[in-house]
């Protein structure tokens, strides 16, 4: 019985240790060097409707029928998060999708807005302008079902954001690519009552610590169960 006690004590000590090292892999929720940005605005335009506003809508769309597309735009207020010194390891938005439709896989594009703009009042024919000097790819290859999770780079758009000495929100434009005929996305806007609005998530070190780059360009899978 004494052997038996110890054998059992020592497995305990055993998963104890796993337990500790596989927490000790995973980034603490109070780290100061990572933060989330809830969105400041979020909208859709339409070129269908060039003068249309959706600043209201529960979602917005990012969608492309034949030569018909709608625009996804988002903006963040974290200027006083990111001061020079630090550096910014990666930045993704969370968003959560409530319907789709279409022909997939299809290809989310990301980029950034030049200027500000208000949710409430902009349309296709006011919207800002956007450049894809630094873009991300993500591609779906099902079409997700509501509730589903989808992750966007956009790492390069907010070093470049910062480094151009922007002192105002922090704006991305989504779209989706060229070669898409009929496929479109709906995400849930920060007006929702049943889904969680655009989260900006930013990974930062302290300067003179080696952060990682992604490559201009790559491309995110996002595969779906559905």
């Known amino acids: 019985m004494a052997f038996k006690s110890r054998k059992i004590a020592w497995v305990m000590v055993a998963v104890s240790l796993i337990t500790v090292s596989a927490f000790a892999l995973l980034p603490s929720s109070g780290d100061p ?3 989330k940005s809830s969105v400041f605005g ?7 409707n060039p003068t249309a506003m959706y600043g209201r809508d529960t979602s917005f769309w990012v969608s492309k029928v034949g030569p018909v597309e709608n625009w996804g735009l988002l903006s ?10 630090v550096v910014i390891v990666r930045a993704r938005i969370k968003m959560l999708v409530t319907q789709s439709y279409g022909t997939f896989p299809a290809t989310l594009v990301a980029g950034r807005l030049l200027a500000d703009f208000s949710e409430a ?5 006011t919207a800002p302008a956007a450049a894809f000097d630094v873009s991300s790819n993500t591609v779906f290859t099902k079409g997700p079902m509501n509730g589903f999770t989808a992750f966007v780079d956009v790492t390069q758009q907010l070093r470049a954001w910062r480094d151009s000495g922007q002192k105002t929100l922090f704006g991305l434009v989504l779209t989706m690519d060229r070669a898409t005929a009929n496929a479109g996305i709906a995400f849930a806007s920060r007006e929702s009552t049943n889904l969680a609005g655009p989260i900006l998530q930013v990974f930062t070190l302290p300067p003179g610590q080696y952060g990682y780059r992604i490559p201009l360009g790559e491309t995110f899978v996002v595969r779906t169960s559905n």
């Not at 963040?76 to 010194?85: E, I």
């Not at 009042?121 to 024919?125: A, F, G, L």
């Open 33 to 35: 060097t990572t933060f």
């Open 121 to 125: 009042t902009v349309t296709y024919n």
């Open 42 to 48: 979020d909208t859709y335009v339409s070129t269908a």
């Open 76 to 85: 963040f207020d974290v200027a006083s998060s990111l001061p020079a010194s």
